[in-house]
């Protein structure tokens, strides 16, 4: 198998919520619909220590990744997954209605992040976030003749998952395809 990949679009990606807050255990993952974008950037702050009129040792304060999600559609259990809050379902089909409700108190929780595309040798491409958090902004828009855009956007810390301890992301490549287990 080659080590190089051609990465080629998005084909989907899974949320997955952890059910401690300390984020040690994750639930099931869910199906962020009809993704559009994931990226993302590593990102670290330095220090440099300074003396005799030149710089003497950089020194890093720990990796992170700013990253942003983007999706056509909601998921009202995806949403929730990034957002926190509580979501209900009442009546029975077809007059079932579920709503998704946010209070001020809700805090957002940390999730799991993975994204695939497919590759150029028919194998795919995973990238994986442990612990990401929408720290900054988590939008959606409806607008006139437009569909429903959900997007987010935040940051990513390493691991507190068992076997995967400090681990900050993944890249998977996969010589034949394996899809997200949802």
Same mark, same amino acid.
Request: without cysteine; charged residues 25%; aromatic residues 10%.
């Given at each position: ?49 300074? &003396? ?15 990253w942003e ?6 998921s ?7 957002? &926190? ?12 209605v ?8 809700d ?5 799991k ?5 497919i590759?150029?040798?028919g ?27 959900t ?20 890249f ?11």
């Amino acid at each position: 198998m080659a080590e190089e990949a051609l990465p080629y679009g998005l084909r989907e990606v899974g949320l997955t919520p952890y059910t401690t807050p300390a984020a040690t255990t994750l639930g099931a993952a869910r199906k962020f619909p009809v993704a559009r974008t994931m990226s993302f950037e590593e990102a670290e702050d330095f220090e440099e220590l300074r &003396g005799d009129d030149k710089v003497v040792a950089i020194r890093g304060k720990g990796a992170s990744v700013d990253w942003e999600l983007e999706n056509g559609g909601l998921s009202l259990p995806s949403y929730k997954t990034m957002a &926190g809050g509580t979501l209900t379902t009442t009546g029975v089909s077809p007059n079932t209605v579920t709503t998704f409700k946010k209070k001020v108190t809700d805090q957002r929780p940390y999730f799991k992040s993975e994204g695939r595309s497919i590759n150029d040798d028919g194998g795919d491409f995973h990238g994986i976030l442990y612990k990401a958090r929408a720290s900054d902004s988590l939008s959606g828009e409806m607008a006139d003749g437009t569909f429903w855009l959900t997007s987010a956007s935040g940051s990513a810390l390493p691991s507190t998952l068992t076997g995967e301890i400090d681990t900050l992301y993944d890249f998977i490549l996969n010589e034949t395809a394996t899809p997200i287990a949802f």
